[in-house]
T-cell receptor, first 112, second 113 residues
Framework: EDQVTQSPEALRLQEGESSSLNCSYT??????LFWYRQDPGKGPEFLFT???AGEEKEKERLKATLTKKESFLHITAPKPEDSATYLC?????????????FGKGTHLIIQP | DSGVTQTPKHLITATGQRVTLRCSPR?????VYWYQQSLDQGLQFLIQ???????AKGNILERFSAQQFPDLHSELNLSSLELGDSALYFC????????????FGSGTQLSVL
């Protein structure tokens, strides 16, 4: 069974204080690993897709990396508007027959 | 705005009742997914349709059913509702059946009293 574990569950940072969010996964063959951002009362918003170990992608203050067992979402010099819940999800290489498996997310708060 | 439209935004009903949630995917997207989000379980995959056909089924209860119509909009039917069915229900769409990002609607908040 595919599993995704995110840590920490919650993280409070000062504005400008860089940190990393972790996503550990177990999947029988990885088709893709996805990062989403979710604001309260809204649907998840797509951030990145990573397909193979060693791949990295960047967008503004966010950088996602992937190894064979985990992914990291690095946030550099965050601003209060980066406060949100960040979700990680995996799609198995068996054709996505089970849909995406999501972790429970990391609730990130950036204090001014 | 993701381009995925879900109605209604809020739904309050009683136990034992039946409700229908509606989703219009992004223009051009053929695949529609339904997810349930609760505080303790997180986002749980329910079911996927691709171009009108059921593609994949997740943890969907027998009391729940869905379909995708020829115009590609989808409906999720929830019947014999229980208190535990209270949750946020999201619809998402994608251009292909897998391997690509999903675009989520803003959800329907279902409260069963």
């Amino acid at each position: 069974e595919d599993q995704v574990t995110q840590s920490p569950e919650a993280l409070r940072l000062q504005e400008g204080e860089s940190s990393s969010l972790n996503c550990s996964y177990t999947v029988s063959g990885l088709r893709g690993l996805f990062w989403y951002r979710q604001d309260p009362g809204k649907g998840p918003e797509f951030l990145f897709t990573l397909y193979s170990a060693g791949e990295e992608k960047e967008k503004e203050r966010l950088k996602a990396t992937l190894t064979k067992k985990e992914s990291f979402l690095h946030i550099t010099a965050p601003k209060p508007e980066d406060s949100a819940t960040y979700l990680c999800a995996v799609e198995p290489s068996g054709g996505g027959a089970d849909g995406l498996t999501f972790g429970k997310g990391t609730h990130l708060i950036i204090q001014p | 705005d993701s381009g995925v439209t879900q109605t209604p935004k809020h739904l309050i009903t009683a136990t034992g009742q039946r409700v229908t949630l509606r989703c219009s995917p992004r223009s051009g997207d053929l695949s529609v997914y339904w997810y349930q989000q609760s505080l303790d379980q997180g986002l749980q995959f329910l079911i996927q349709y691709y171009n009108g056909e059921e593609r994949a089924k997740g943890n969907i209860l027998e009391r729940f059913s869905a379909q995708q119509f020829p115009d590609l909009h989808s409906e999720l039917n929830l019947s014999s509702l229980e208190l535990g069915d209270s949750a946020l229900y999201f619809c998402a769409s994608s251009v292909e059946a897998g391997g690509v990002e999903l675009f989520f609607g803003s959800g329907t908040q279902l409260s069963v009293l």
